[in-house]
């Protein structure tokens, strides 16, 4: 199953980069309906391998999941992936510089199912999924808007 969000970011690709990979941020802050970023393990970002383990909310209930860096190309992209028995879930951000003072953005979702219980948990998305790609755009917008902003310093 895949779900996908872009836009355009008016702010210069290093900019939209530096705070895509704000990690100490995300450990303080969390992300749109996912809280704080809670550090595991010895390595620590931006190293390939640091984990986390975080919780969001999805239908009504509070879930618990772990988040591992695969990926970081600088000013091109980040990877978050999260292997269990029942799924495999990898996140993708991309980005490509437009021109000095644009960027394209590009999120991903890839999920796979490894069991039975993980093929029902699919379906259940796929039936959710115009209100989950609802609430990504929501997050993402919201996260942009926030870019631009204190880009220009407001």
Not at 10 to 22: C, G, H, K, L, S
Not at 30 to 52: L, S
């Amino acid at each position: 199953m895949k779900f996908e969000y872009t836009s355009t970011i008016n702010v210069p690709i290093e900019f939209a980069y530096a705070r895509a990979t704000d990690f100490d941020k995300f450990e303080q802050e969390g992300f749109g309906n996912i809280d704080k970023f809670e550090p595991t393990g010895d390595i620590r970002a931006p190293e390939i391998g640091a984990k986390w383990k975080v919780r969001a909310e999805f239908q009504g209930r509070q879930r618990r999941f772990s988040l591992a860096l695969r990926e970081l190309s600088e000013n091109e992209a980040v990877v978050f992936g999260n292997g269990t028995d029942k799924f495999d879930v990898e996140a993708r951000f991309n980005f490509v510089k437009v021109d000095d003072e644009n960027t394209d953005f590009l999120f991903e979702i890839n999920s796979s199912a490894k069991t039975i219980t993980g093929r029902l948990i699919m379906q259940t998305l796929q039936l959710a999924r115009s209100r989950i790609e609802r609430k990504l755009a929501v997050d993402f917008d919201a996260m942009r808007d926030r870019m631009e902003a204190d880009y220009r310093g407001e």
